[in-house]
């Protein structure tokens, strides 16, 4: 069993026991949405501490849950897996996701800092990213982002540090990928 040094911060109480059952691991579950400040102000500290990893659900209240941690505790690491491999019988979660792709998911958490490179509005148009749904989602894809729409993603490039050239690298091995698909 795989030992896991940071606390994984989790939904609920399936996706710990998930993790639990997987990993040998320290939880901490946020129950949905009904977290405070309590549960951020621990996150913070360990974050400071020991390090925490957040994995979420693959859907809105996930990323709401993601977005109130990045405010509060930044220097927490971030693992994402995606929507298609986290789905259930009745909904979308962590507790669905199969071991490989959470480990997978695990080794390639990133960290969001303040951001020192702006990829400007109109860079990212010349890219392409903002009328090819399917080509943004790539990208997201490559850099372990999880699902972003295009607000989303300029954001958390600035804030990950990744330069133009980096992406555009990545948008145009989606380009060559494509051209190889049947028409």
């Known amino acids: ?4 040094e940071e606390l994984l911060v989790v939904e609920g109480k399936h996706d710990e026991a998930r993790l639990k059952k997987l990993f040998d691991c320290d ?4 129950n949905g949405l009904g977290f405070g400040e309590d549960t951020l102000e621990i996150i913070r500290q360990a974050s400071e501490n020991r390090g925490v990893i957040v994995l979420t ?12 941690i990045i405010q509060k505790a930044p220097k927490c690491r971030h ?3 995606e929507r298609k491999d986290a789905i259930g019988k009745r909904n979308v979660g962590v507790e669905y ?9 695990l080794e390639s958490v990133v960290t969001f800092g303040e951001g020192h490179r702006e990829i400007t509005a109109a860079q990212y148009e010349s890219l392409g990213l903002s009328g ?4 943004r989602e790539y990208v997201s894809s490559q850099l372990h982002l999880g699902k972003c729409n295009n607000k ?24 060559r990928e494509s051209d190889r698909l049947p028409k």
């Not at 939880?27 to 946020?30: C, P, Q, R, S």
């Not at 693959?58 to 109130?68: L, N, V």
């Not at 996701?97 to 998911?105: I, R, S, T």
């Open 152 to 175: 989303r993603l300029r954001k958390y490039l600035s804030m990950l540090d990744i330069d133009l050239e980096t992406v555009r690298k990545i948008a145009d091995s989606y380009e």
């Open 79 to 81: 693992a994402f897996i």
């Open 132 to 135: 090819d749904r399917a080509k």
């Open 1 to 4: 069993m795989k030992h896991i």
């Open 57 to 68: 659900d693959p859907d809105h209240p996930g990323q709401k849950i993601r977005d109130a």
């Open 97 to 105: 996701c199969d071991e490989g792709k959470l480990m997978k998911a």
């Open 27 to 30: 939880v901490l579950t946020t």
